[in-house]
């Protein structure tokens, strides 16, 4: 588990199999409800389906039952992720000016988490850890390649929360406007926690620095909020955000539970505690 301190607070989830099957498994399934939903939805609204339809609708499929078996989850990975990356195509421009409404961020998002599933693979609660075949291998094998494949699902992992963070920021009143539309139990001066945490956790996994905090915030800040102002299930609209917003959650609870990779600041440090503690120990012993 690249870029993990000995002194995590978290270890003793790591080191056993018990907790953390049901986790990663928990995980991978919040990564595949959105390909789910664009299958039966938004896929039945098209009554002339085409060749490129239906090789997106076989790719996802495929993705998600490899991806939620753990069978072959590295492939699963790669295809969902050039599904969820394919759907930029037809979303036309990122739209940085509908700050309300856009979700092709999210997809971006939801592409770097899936770089953490192929890089770490799916857990203990899968058909590739009983056939011994979750060991890294190829690229997931090598440093030299894990860094910077890491490094760029940071990025795109926390894109969105800071061009929603600044969006904020620069638009607080059309946003509690917003938030009273969309549940108006909320208080509207929680905005201002939600810039706070879509500015430091992301900025402390971009950094990937106590990168484990920041993951665990972003992953509950996404499955709370969502929970708040995207649950109205009648409207499908709202059913992409809320099953988007899982899908975004769980690449970081695989960030949480692996860690940011070699190319961060964690990483860094531990490497550089023992040279520090044998120094101390030279030190004392002069």
């Given at each position: 588990m690249?870029?993990?301190?000995?002194?995590?607070?978290?270890?003793?989830?790591?080191?056993?199999d018990a907790l953390m099957g049901p986790f990663l498994l928990t995980a991978r399934l919040f990564t595949t409800g959105i390909f789910a939903f664009y299958i039966f939805y938004v896929a039945a609204k098209i009554?002339?389906?085409?060749?490129?339809?239906?090789?997106?609708?076989?790719?996802?499929?495929a993705g998600i039952v490899l991806v939620a078996l753990g069978y072959r989850t590295r492939l699963g990975a790669l295809l969902l992720a050039a599904c969820i990356l394919a759907t930029l195509l037809f979303r036309g421009e990122l739209g940085l000016h509908n700050f309300l409404s856009t979700i092709a961020e999210k997809d971006v998002a939801i592409a770097g988490g899936f770089l953490f599933l192929?890089?770490?693979?799916p857990g203990a609660l899968s058909v590739d850890r009983l056939r011994g075949a979750d060991r890294p291998g190829g690229i997931a094998g090598s440093d030299a390649l894990m860094g910077p494949l890491l490094l760029a699902g940071r990025i795109l992992s926390v894109f969105v929360f800071f061009f929603f963070g600044v969006s904020k920021i620069l638009h607080t009143p059309e946003i509690k406007a917003y938030m009273v539309r969309h549940n108006p139990h909320v208080p509207t001066n929680l905005v201002y926690l939600a810039i706070l945490t879509q500015i430091v956790p992301p900025l402390l996994v971009l950094l990937g620095?106590?990168?484990?905090?920041?993951?665990?915030?972003?992953?509950?800040?996404?499955?709370?909020?969502?929970?708040?102002?995207?649950?109205?299930?009648?409207?499908?609209s709202e059913v992409e955000h809320f099953l988007l917003d899982f899908?975004?959650?769980g690449g970081f609870l695989f960030?949480?539970?692996?860690?940011?990779?070699?190319?961060?600041?964690?990483?860094?440090?531990?490497?550089a505690r023992p040279a520090r503690a044998a120094e101390?120990?030279?030190s004392v012993g002069a």
């Open positions: 690249g870029g993990n301190s000995q002194r995590d607070l978290f270890a003793p989830i790591w080191s056993s009554h002339a389906p085409g060749v490129l339809l239906d090789t997106a609708v076989a790719a996802q499929l192929f890089a770490y693979g620095y106590k990168t484990r905090y920041g993951a665990l915030a972003l992953a509950g800040f996404c499955l709370i909020a969502t929970s708040l102002f995207h649950a109205e299930f009648g409207n499908p899908a975004i959650a960030m949480f539970a692996e860690g940011p990779g070699p190319l961060s600041l964690d990483a860094w440090l531990a490497r101390k120990a030279i």
